[in-house]
């Protein structure tokens, strides 16, 4: 709906049926009399619900992304990803230089570095591959701690059945 030539009156007295829920409640709560004009209501308006609106995000957001210490790649990458996607006309090359600088020194970071990977699409293909190897490694890894585990404590065991001398 679009309002021409009324005055200051008539859009004070229209406002409060744009408005539903939290907004109504707040407009219901001013004291009868303390708004004398329509700009200072827009301005009351703005001003207790400015908190409320939603923060564009910007490509700057995504320097403050850092892998965690003990954080997996994974988490890493789904936090990165989360924050990625909010972002319009995202430039690649610079999604992918904020992945990079907030990987926290390890094998995957040599790996990127070392093999030239140029493009956030490129980095995120091969964080895949290396998250699916780290758990097929990781999976392998297990059983044989728990092995040795066995092995020490039977020792144990054994030790604990030797007949006192």
């Known amino acids: 709906m679009y309002v021409q030539d009324v005055d200051d009156a008539t859009c004070c007295r229209y406002f409060p049926a744009t408005l539903k829920g939290i907004a109504q409640k707040w407009f219901n709560g001013l004291p009868r009399g303390s708004v004398t004009s329509f700009f200072q209501l827009a301005e009351l308006f703005s001003a207790h619900f400015v908190a409320s609106k939603k923060e564009k995000k910007i490509s700057i957001h995504l320097a403050r992304i850092r892998q965690r210490r003990g954080e997996d790649l994974k988490g890493y990458v789904r936090r990165f990803n989360h924050e990625a996607v909010l972002i319009p006309n995202l ?41 699916q190897a780290t758990e097929i490694c990781v999976g392998e890894e297990t059983p044989r701690q728990d092995s040795k585990k066995r092995v020490v404590e039977d020792r144990n065991v054994q030790s604990d059945k030797r007949p006192l001398k």
Do not use: C, H, M
């Not at 090359?93 to 570095?113: I, M, Q």
């Open 91 to 131: 430039q690649d090359g610079v999604a992918y230089a904020a992945f990079l600088n907030g990987l926290l020194p390890g094998r995957f970071k040599f790996s990127l570095a070392e093999t030239k990977v140029t493009t956030l699409v490129e980095a995120l293909g091969r964080a895949q591959s290396f998250i």
